[in-house]
Structures are given as structure tokens and as C-alpha cells.
């Protein structure tokens, strides 16, 4: 049947376009392989809504129009809202009508939503196709702190926040979840760039669905955009949120935010109990790396570091520890030649000091190979003053040397 | 006026030739009768007519099915349904009434119920055309009404209505590809002389098969076609200001016999409505600019304007399209369709 073999190739086109766009190649080698239908059988193992999606796309593709009719009813019974599932079903309906020719075969449809649609579709599948082994671990987290319950990591290549557990310092994954990012993608520079910003971000408020306008879903978590480095940068903006969808919407095209992460609600209600207001790391990538080997090696050089800087400070070896830190270096109000001067001055007042070093975490920065950030509780003991402090750090690598480029209270 | 010759299946009313035997006059008479009645539009006496005879012959099936076809007439959709279902149950065997219970239940909108429907017709007729035919209908239907939640389309979108077909009347020899089937004791004598000829189709204006004239867009003709435009729009003004005038007479008289109702409904449901709409407000002024013709051939016309509506408690405007059929020396509206 002509129609069929027609659905059957705009399948296959999803199906191709997951394994191009799949972000490493030994996931997106399986995606390629429709016939491979382990990873299928995976996600139909569990009912997630996604995965009910993929087994009616599946009947599709396996010429089971009446299965996949009867899947995406049954997805829509539970999720009304759900417009790319209403879209299939019309593709499913016009089929049977025999007057379809290509996805989103709606007459006068405006072209960008079924170009959305499209690409909730193909980013979905591509979700269930290329799920990457659970037992990898994201390089961003080289450490982590034991308050730490959750860390997330936002792969926007993959429109997926992947949760993670923090089990003794190490990361264990937890589950995943579609998300929408800005219209325009990523790499946020300036307010209103519709863009989602990429970096290390903490979630700093849990804002109650009932304080919020219907649109923002069931709840919002308000990021630290812009952090430290950003401002260092002069990127400006501000109100980047994780947050749900409005009352009348399932879920969003990949690319439909102004910069916000949005979730589905069901997905935001089910993040919600991972989230620690002011300890939960977000770190919003452009792709995902997986940590290997030598990842273990430069921790290791790094961790020497903080140690010898805090080692220096203690002894009030002056010189060395300044010496850590890079001359580019600032704080929130101190270039480096005012910063040393003070260093310089507090120091000589003492006679002896104390540092330690606790609840340490450490995430390398997306999109910037040689940066760090270091997260500690310091605790500061001196002759004439003590105290404890929540810091942050910045470390670069310069000429294969950890330094400091940025230090403050966090 | 009767709907079932604007709709876009052409099978046509057949009538009089039922039987031939002589023993039967009475029944061809009556029922002959009624059909004439009823194709005349005389609604009410047909169903007289119809009544009468059902008082001595209860569970005939010709006649049951000719009143389930005046109530549809008539706009009494509930008692049509009734009607028909009734049938389905006492003659499962007969796609025509699940057909036609379908195009009911689609009217309603209730489109998984005349699926259903449908699918009985065809499992009992597996190469009956007309109820595959509306199948697909019911499909595009129901796809269009996935689509609008998908896209969230304007629900005055008609690009995808499509009117499906009323079978009018029981065992028509032409429309299913199977022999008609077998017929319970009631109906013997139905069912031994129930051929009819073809070919004595109405001369009442049938239409193409299915709804491909209702997309036909009028290329520039090869053939040098009349410039009738002046005469084109001198009508749409006229129509507009018969509805600025809010005279419903005159207003309706600028739709042609074969108007194709926006929603598929009948004449006398559309007719209603529109007497409704041009009554109740205390003012209408209706605008058209920018319009422009296009001749498909001398006597048709597609006209494309701007219309501004507004009314005593509404004001729109928006494009309409108007396909308009040359009759006598007067130009009709055939369809009407917002954009």
C-alpha cells in the first residue's frame, strides 16, 4: 500500500536524521540499524509516555497501523495535551484515507509548528534509540560533595537532563528526561538572545506552582545565571529557569524556550524530590562528555593543587600562594594587583594561620577544556580571627600549571 | 430541495422500476408513491404516505429505510438515526443503513461511532465503494481533528470537510460490487425483484463522484473564456447588501439548489442557521474589497475577497472565497468558504 510504504520512509527519515544528529558515534551506530530493535524493546519495557511514543512509531515502521492507532490512543487518553501525538495520530488517520505524503500531512498546516513537531519527533526517538550505557559517567563531575544528594546534566544535543546520584563521591545515574531549551539554542550572551546559557549553575530557589503564571507548569527552579564567569564575561540576562509547561501542553518543541530548561510536568513533578534550593549542581552542556582514564589523572594534579594552596596560605608563605593564582585573575571587586596588595597586607598582621578545606566538589566546565569549578566550605583560623566560609573557585590549566582565575564567597 | 442531490455521490434516486409484477402494484404503488412525494420535497405527505403503509407492512425495509431518509430531510436527525439503527439490527445483513446511520453519526461529529458503522457496511460488503469511500472520509475527519489539537488550527479551517456520501436508496444494484445479499422472510418480495435499471438516473443535477470538484481550482482556461467579472461581482454585491439589509429572503436567494452547506448539513439546518444569524442582530454591515474573478469556464467563477463583518455584538473580517455557478442569467453561490 502506497501509503504505508510513504509512512514507512518518513519513519526511517526520523530514524536516520536521530543518527546523524546522535551526538557520539557508538550510540548513534545502533540508532542507525532500524531493524535493531533492542533499543526499542528497552524503552517498551517501561511506560513512560516517550516510550509508548516510540512503540507506536515502532508499530509503524513494522506496517502495524492499527497497533500504532491503537498505542497513540491510548498515549493520548493519559496525556491529552501531548501535540505530536495528536500529530501522529492525524498522519496515522490521513493514511487510512489514504492522503498522505510526508509528516504532518495536515492541509494548510503552518510549516514551522509541523517543523517543530518534526523535531520533537525525530529528537525522541533519538532519545530512545541512542540512550547512552547508564553506566557512563558525565566528565563535568569530578567531584562531589556528600550534600550533594543529585547532580544534573542538561545535554541539550540530546535534549535530555540526566540525573545523577552522588553514591560515596561518585556519580550513578539515575533516570532522564526531554527537555525544551531557547528558540535560538544555546551559548547565551545577552538578555533577550533567547538562548540557554552553557556552564555550571546551582539551583538556587523552588519557586510553588502557586505563585506562578500558567505558563511556568507546575513549578519553577530559578538557575544562578549569570554566575561568576559569566559576569566575568559580561554576559547579561537574567531568569534562567528550570520549569514545566503550561496547563493546555504536554510538552514542547526542543527549540521553544527563551532561554529557560522546560520538562513536561509529570518530568518536572518527578525532578522535584532530586532538588536541594542552593547545593544541586545544573550543568548545561552542549554535548555530553564521559569521563575515562585520564580524567582520574588530572583530578588528581588538581586536587595537589588546592592542596599546595592551601598548604602555602597556611604557612604564610606569601609569595607561593600567591603564585597560585593566575594574573588575569579577579574577584567579585579586586583585580589581581589589588587583590595580592591585600593578601599581602593581612597576611604579615598574622602570626600564624589555619585553613581547612571541606566538602570539596569539583565540575569541569562545558565548552572550556582547562577551567574548574571548585566548590569548598573553608574554615579559617588565625590569630586575631577566625571563621568559616562557603567559597568558590575558578582554576585554569596555563602552560600545563593550575591556577585561580576567580575566587569568592559562594 | 433535496439534499442528497447536492451531495457528491451520484447514485441516483431510482424509482418506480422496483417491481414489475402485478400482484405487487399495491406495494410498488405505495412505495412508489412515497418516493415520488419525498423527491419532490414533499416531506411531510411522503411520510404520510410512508406511515400508511408501514401500518400494514411493520418491518418492510424499503419503507423504513425512505423514512429514515425524510427525517434526514426533514433535519430530524435523532428519529433518522433511529430509524436506520433499527434497521441495522432487524436486517444486519444491509450495509446501506449502517452507511447512512454513519453519515448521521458524522454529522454529529461523532465520528467514532460512524466509523464503527462504516466498518459493519463493509465487513458485511467488503468491496462496497460507497461506504470505503466515506471511510476514508471519516478518516480525514478524524485526522483533521488530530491535526487541529497537534497544530492548534483554526477550527474554521475547511480545507479538509469533506461531505460524505447518504445511500438513497436500499439494494441499489450499482453500488455494491457484491450481489446483494440474501433477505430474511420478511422481505421476499423485496428481495426477488429488487434490480433496478440504472440507467433511469434523475435528471436532477448530480454531481461529480466524491468531493474532487470541491477542490478544483480554476486554472486560466485555455480557451478563451467570457470576462463576466463585472456581472460576478454585481451578484457579490448584491449579496452582501441583501445581508447588510438583513433580508433573509433575498439573501438566500443568491445560493444556488446544489449550495454545499459549510458543515454538511442539510439545506434546511444551514437554512435555519442563516436565518438566525441574519435576524437576531440588530444591524449588520457587511463590506467586501479587493476581490478578485477567475473563470474556470463561462459559468463558473471563483471570486476571492476581503470581508468585513460587523454586527451588532461581533466585528471580523477575514477572506472568503465564493465558487459561483452561472444559472439562467443569474449568477449562484455554490459554496462559500472563509479562508
Sequence with gaps: MLSRALIYSLLCSLLIGAAHTSPDSVHAAQASASTDQKPLQRAINSYSTEAQLAKSLQAINNNRLDLALNEVNSLLRVNPNFKLAHLVKGDLLMARAGAIDHFGSAANAPRDKIEDLRDEARVRLQRVLSQPDSALKPRFLWKLDAQQKHVLVVDTSRATLFVYENVNGEPRYVTDFYITIGKLGTEKVSEGDKRTPIGVYFIKADLPKSKLADMYGSGAYPLSYPNEWDRKNKRTGSGIWLHGTPSDTYSRPPRASDGCVVLANEDLNKLAPYLQVGITPVIITNRMDWSNEQDHDERDALLQAIEQWRGDWSSLNTDAYLGHYARNFSSDSLSYQAWAKQKRLVNSAKSWIKVGVSNLSIFTYPEQPDMVVVNFEQSYNSSNLSNRMKKRQYWIRQNNRWQIIYEGAA | ?339
Design chain 2, 1 to 339: 430541495m433535496n439534499m442528497f442531490n447536492r451531495s457528491h455521490h451520484c447514485l441516483a434516486l431510482i424509482i418506480g422500476v422496483w417491481l414489475s409484477g402485478a400482484s405487487l402494484a399495491a406495494y410498488a404503488d405505495d412505495i412508489q408513491d412515497a418516493n415520488k412525494l419525498f423527491k419532490q420535497g414533499q416531506h411531510s405527505q411522503a411520510l404520510d404516505k410512508v406511515n400508511e403503509f408501514l401500518a400494514n407492512n411493520p418491518k418492510d425495509a424499503q419503507a423504513r429505510f425512505l423514512k429514515g431518509l425524510i427525517f434526514t430531510e426533514q433535519g430530524k436527525t435523532a428519529e433518522s438515526i433511529k430509524v436506520f439503527s433499527a434497521l441495522t439490527e432487524d436486517y444486519p445483513e444491509l450495509p446501506e443503513p449502517y452507511n447512512n446511520l454513519a453519515v448521521l453519526y458524522a454529522g454529529q461529529g461523532q465520528y467514532d461511532k460512524a466509523k464503527l458503522a462504516l466498518e459493519m457496511a463493509i465487513r458485511t460488503h467488503p468491496s462496497y465503494a460507497t461506504a470505503h469511500e466515506n471511510l476514508g472520509d471519516i478518516y480525514a475527519k478524524m485526522a483533521s481533528q488530530a491535526y487541529d489539537r497537534a497544530l492548534q488550527l483554526d477550527r474554521s479551517n475547511t480545507a479538509t470537510k469533506t461531505k460524505l456520501a447518504m445511500i438513497q436508496d436500499l439494494f441499489a444494484g450499482g453500488a455494491r460490487s457484491k450481489s446483494a445479499p440474501a433477505h430474511s422472510a420478511e422481505t421476499p418480495v423485496i428481495a426477488a425483484t429488487n434490480k433496478p435499471e440504472p440507467a433511469k438516473t434523475e435528471p436532477v443535477a448530480p454531481v461529480a463522484n466524491k468531493p474532487a470538484s470541491v477542490e478544483k481550482v480554476p486554472e486560466p482556461a485555455a480557451a478563451p473564456v467570457a470576462d463576466n467579472s463585472g456581472e460576478v461581482l454585481k451578484t457579490v454585491n448584491a449579496w452582501a447588501a441583501a445581508w447588510s439589509a438583513k433580508n433573509v429572503n433575498k439573501y438566500l436567494s443568491f445560493y444556488a439548489a446544489d449550495f454545499k452547506t459549510p458543515n454538511g448539513e442539510s439545506r434546511a439546518a444551514w437554512k435555519a442557521t442563516r436565518q438566525e444569524r441574519l435576524s437576531k442582530p440588530n444591524f449588520i454591515r457587511v463590506g467586501i474589497s479587493n476581490a478578485t474573478v477567475k473563470f474556470s469556464d463561462n459559468d463558473h467563477a471563483t471570486v476571492e475577497f476581503s470581508q468585513s463583518y460587523h454586527a451588532s455584538h461581533l466585528k471580523t473580517s477575514g477572506n472568503k472565497t465564493l465558487q459561483m455557478v452561472k444559472t439562467g442569467d443569474n449568477w449562484l453561490i455554490q459554496e462559500e468558504r472563509a479562508n
